[in-house]
């Protein structure tokens, strides 16, 4: 099934940049982790339009084609929630949200933010970092004021590998030989003669907020539609495990574990992902 792209104003004037599948009037916006680009929902988005619905994957704020921020500015998570509310809107007002990694975070923030416009939201192998206490912050501040200091300081940067699909799998060595060099494709450009990541590199420096689980909770308990919980059976990026539950049952969400997968079941098996999706899907109206 073909796609199409377009783009859509997000909450601050920034143009954001949408990759759609199908027609249907049930809406679903997919949303990537750090560091990736919609493109990482092409194997699964067909599926979801098969079904009947309209997919939409968005490249957040910095990532892919969408705008960066531009000097003077940085990527704070209300930012993403700002672009996401917007982007709701602009594709008719209520959607179900699928959301992986750093994606689900914004996502959990959005729909305690504005429950009445989200009809479903899966989270993808993450429910928030790890809590971290108020003593952190000035530590993070300073950590941050350096990090972006050097960011500027070194300028865009060639990629070190001339071959991006490569370090992918290196990175995460279950992506399909194929998967990782589409994602490579897209997620890289030229940039004076040298091929560059597409992402702002002001994303690989420490935000300055600490991540309260106590905060993360009172958007959560927000939360009106069913929540979906699908991680991989192999991921590294494993919480503890009581600390899942414990959030699970605020969230009153489904546990669903993709086996042989990691990090990315909707790369690694978009079948066996996009079956629990849709199965989801269709329960939550």
């Known amino acids: 099934m073909s796609s199409r792209e377009r783009f859509v104003v997000g909450g601050s004037g920034l143009r954001l940049h949408l990759v759609e599948w199908g027609e249907g009037e049930r809406v679903v916006v997919l949303l990537h982790g750090f560091l990736e680009h919609a493109r990482v929902w092409d194997w699964v988005a067909p599926r979801l339009a098969a079904a009947g619905y309209r997919a939409a994957a968005l490249d957040w704020r910095g990532h892919g084609d969408s705008d960066w921020v531009g000097a003077g500015g940085y990527y704070h998570f209300a930012d993403y929630v700002a672009d996401l ?10 959607a179900a949200l699928v959301a992986h990694s750093m994606g689900a975070s914004a996502a959990l923030l959005y729909a305690g933010t504005e429950p009445e416009r989200v009809t479903a939201l899966a989270c993808v192998d993450a429910l928030g970092p790890p809590d971290m206490p108020p003593a952190s912050a000035p530590a993070r501040f300073a950590t941050w004021i350096a990090d972006v200091g050097r960011v500027h300081e070194r300028g865009r940067r060639a990629l070190a590998s001339a071959d991006p699909a490569a370090r992918l799998r290196e990175r995460f060595p279950r992506f399909p030989a194929a998967a990782a060099e589409r994602l490579a494709t897209h997620g890289t450009r030229m940039d004076d003669g040298a091929r560059v990541w597409k992402f702002d590199p002001l994303h690989q420096t420490t935000s300055p907020q600490p991540y309260y689980l106590a905060q993360a909770r009172e958007f959560w308990r927000r939360i009106a539609c069913p929540v979906l919980y699908v991680d991989g059976a192999e991921s590294g990026l494993r919480l503890d495990p009581a600390d899942i539950a414990e ?9 669903v574990t993709v086996e042989a997968a990691g990090h990315h079941p909707h790369v690694e098996r978009p079948d066996a992902f996009a079956d629990v999706v849709i199965r989801f899907l269709a329960d939550a109206r």
């Open 247 to 255: 959030r699970l049952a605020v969230l009153r969400a489904r546990h």
């Open 85 to 94: 509310a917007a982007v709701v809107r602009a594709l008719g007002g209520r």
